[in-house]
């Protein structure tokens, strides 16, 4: 598996759950979050044991672990783009909060903040926030009507 040194925990996705190789380079990363506390292993699991047909390459707890689901080298079924989700690695991230502000805690911040600096020194992303969809970070909102991440992240 093709993942972060960050990752303390794996889960691996459910083989049905995601899409074998890429066709496209890695030059992007997507940010989510899980709508509410449940924790990395416990999002990765329902993700792998559930029939939702959803995934991401990582999982964010609010206690900061980082948890890998989907290999890097494989396209997660995250964002609801397929576009999107072979060029960006996706990230859920735990809230500790709920609507309307949807925060996160201060170490799950400090867990993405330094996943996405270990992702772009691996991947040469140079960090890009535009709020288009083109960006080198981008959100799931920009791919489908939802309000995730939220306004905190």
């Given at each position: 598996?093709?993942?972060?040194?960050?990752?303390?925990?794996?889960?691996?996705?459910?083989?049905?759950?995601?899409?074998?190789?890429?066709?496209?380079?890695?030059?992007?990363?997507?940010?989510?979050?899980?709508?509410?506390?449940?924790?990395?292993?416990r999002c990765a699991k329902n993700?792998?044991?559930?029939?939702?047909?959803?995934?991401?390459?990582?999982?964010?707890?609010?206690?900061?672990?980082?948890?890998?689901?989907?290999?890097?080298?494989?396209r997660a079924w995250t964002s609801?783009?397929?576009?999107?989700?072979?060029?960006?690695?996706?990230?859920?991230?735990?809230?500790?909060?709920?609507?309307?502000?949807?925060?996160?805690?201060?170490?799950?911040?400090?867990?993405?903040?330094?996943?996405?600096?270990?992702?772009?020194?691996?991947?040469?992303?140079?960090?890009?926030?535009?709020?288009?969809?083109?960006?080198?970070?981008?959100?799931?909102?920009?791919?489908?009507?939802?309000?995730?991440?939220?306004?905190?992240?």
């Amino acid at each position: 598996m093709s993942k972060s040194s960050l990752a303390t925990v794996t889960i691996p996705a459910h083989e049905g759950n995601y899409t074998k190789g890429r066709s496209k380079k890695i030059e992007a990363i997507t940010i989510h979050h899980m709508a509410g506390d449940i924790g990395a292993v416990r999002c990765a699991k329902n993700h792998r044991d559930g029939n939702r047909e959803a995934s991401a390459n990582y999982y964010i707890g609010s206690d900061g672990t980082i948890c890998a689901g989907v290999s890097e080298d494989r396209r997660a079924w995250t964002s609801s783009s397929p576009w999107n989700d072979q060029r960006a690695i996706t990230i859920e991230v735990s809230n500790n909060s709920g609507a309307p502000n949807w925060t996160v805690s201060d170490k799950a911040y400090l867990a993405l903040i330094n996943l996405c600096v270990d992702i772009c020194k691996r991947y040469g992303i140079v960090p890009a926030y535009d709020g288009t969809r083109n960006a080198s970070f981008t959100e799931h909102r920009m791919f489908v009507a939802t309000l995730c991440p939220g306004p905190y992240l």
